[in-house]
């Protein structure tokens, strides 16, 4: 029994660590539908980018990592101002399905970029620090896996405050509940919105750079999987609710970790989208989210 609770505690942190990810991943999907109503499907494809920015700081700019990291989000969030303003600011008033088609097109364009620039060979990402492992009341971790925890907090905790307690966050709030009154009462719209794909894409950029340290490898196609669990962690959560996104990402990391020790790897990637069915088939406004009816 012993074995089994230290066992259970071991899969907790690791499951800690990786919903984590998932859930500075989800939170750029909830940023932006909240605003837009528009499942950016090249948010994957932006956490991808974070990840080879920051590993090009790190090894051929010699940077240190505080900075290389401040630095890939900032880079990284100009790339996603620059996706809003090409493939989707042209269509705002197009269909869904039109940004839609234009969200997949974009996303298999930056990934073929990507391909172009750095090739298709994975690229190994060394910690630009001594990672230290040790044992807590018998459950082992390690320096690098405690910096994750530590980065994914202060990540969301600094969004909620910039949510709650700036201007900026007042103005993404009113554009996500009216635009068009949002406009009339002096917001800037588009910079509102441009800001908003800025803050989602820099914590992608945050998740890729911890994520490429940790397995240590960075790959083009390193975005798809991640992208799409993040966006299971959005919808789990509550799309559209932030604090939701943060609970689904936590709570779809410890359900992946704990379904993967109780069965086996293979089924990593299948406990994901059956948390997605399910939360579809049964509570499709999510874990947080609340339930809306539409106006006839």
Same mark, same amino acid.
């Given at each position: 029994?012993?074995?089994?609770?230290?066992? !259970?505690?071991?899969? #907790?942190? %690791?499951?800690?660590?990786?919903?984590?990810?998932?859930?500075? *991943?989800? =939170?750029?999907?909830?940023?932006?539908? @909240?605003?837009?109503?528009?499942?950016?499907?090249?948010?994957?494809? *932006?956490?991808?980018?974070? /990840?080879?920015?920051?590993?090009?700081?790190?090894?051929?700019?010699? #940077?240190?990592?505080? #900075?290389?990291?401040?630095?890939?989000?900032?880079?990284?969030?100009? =790339?996603?101002?620059? &996706?809003?303003? *090409?493939?989707?600011?042209?269509?705002?008033?197009?269909?869904?399905?039109?940004?839609?088609?234009?969200?997949?097109?974009?996303?298999?364009?930056?990934?073929?970029?990507?391909?172009?620039?750095? @090739?298709?060979?994975?690229?190994? !990402?060394?910690?630009?620090?001594?990672?230290?492992?040790?044992?807590?009341?018998?459950?082992?971790? %390690?320096? =690098?896996?405690?910096?994750?925890?530590?980065?994914?907090?202060?990540?969301?905790?600094?969004?909620?405050?910039?949510?709650?307690?700036?201007?900026?966050?007042?103005?993404?709030?009113?554009?996500?509940?009216?635009?068009?009154?949002?406009?009339?009462?002096?917001?800037?719209? %588009?910079?509102? &919105?441009?800001?908003? !794909? /800025?803050?989602?894409?820099? #914590?992608?950029?945050? /998740? @890729?750079?911890?994520?490429?340290?940790?397995? %240590?490898?960075?790959?083009?196609?390193?975005?798809?999987?991640?992208?799409?669990?993040? !966006?299971?962690?959005?919808?789990?959560?509550?799309?559209?609710?932030?604090? @939701?996104?943060?609970?689904?990402?936590?709570?779809?990391?410890? /359900?992946?970790?704990?379904?993967?020790?109780?069965?086996?790897?293979?089924?990593?990637?299948?406990?994901?989208?059956?948390? =997605?069915?399910?939360?579809?088939?049964?509570?499709?406004?999510?874990?947080?989210?609340?339930?809306?009816?539409?106006?006839?």
């Amino acid at each position: 029994m012993e074995r089994g609770a230290h066992l !259970f505690g071991q899969q #907790l942190i %690791n499951g800690l660590v990786t919903g984590s990810t998932y859930a500075l *991943i989800a =939170l750029g999907y909830t940023m932006v539908y @909240g605003v837009l109503q528009l499942i950016n499907f090249a948010h994957g494809e *932006i956490y991808m980018v974070g /990840a080879f920015t920051g590993l090009l700081l790190v090894t051929q700019a010699n #940077l240190p990592f505080p #900075l290389a990291l401040l630095l890939a989000m900032a880079i990284t969030a100009l =790339l996603g101002v620059t &996706i809003e303003f *090409i493939a989707y600011r042209p269509l705002r008033r197009s269909s869904r399905l039109s940004v839609l088609i234009s969200a997949i097109g974009m996303s298999i364009f930056v990934q073929n970029v990507a391909l172009w620039v750095w @090739g298709p060979q994975t690229r190994r !990402f060394l910690p630009p620090f001594p990672v230290h492992t040790f044992t807590v009341a018998g459950l082992r971790t %390690n320096t =690098l896996e405690l910096l994750t925890l530590f980065v994914a907090l202060v990540m969301m905790l600094g969004l909620h405050l910039l949510v709650t307690r700036t201007k900026l966050g007042k103005a993404m709030r009113a554009v996500a509940q009216d635009r068009e009154t949002a406009a009339l009462m002096g917001i800037n719209v %588009n910079r509102t &919105i441009a800001f908003t !794909f /800025a803050i989602g894409s820099s #914590l992608a950029a945050a /998740a @890729g750079v911890m994520v490429g340290m940790l397995f %240590n490898a960075v790959v083009p196609n390193m975005g798809v999987m991640p992208g799409l669990k993040g !966006f299971v962690a959005a919808v789990l959560g509550g799309i559209g609710s932030i604090p @939701g996104a943060m609970v689904g990402g936590l709570v779809l990391g410890m /359900a992946e970790v704990l379904g993967v020790a109780l069965l086996s790897s293979q089924w990593r990637d299948a406990i994901a989208f059956a948390i =997605l069915i399910l939360v579809l088939l049964y509570r499709p406004s999510g874990l947080l989210g609340r339930r809306t009816q539409e106006k006839v």
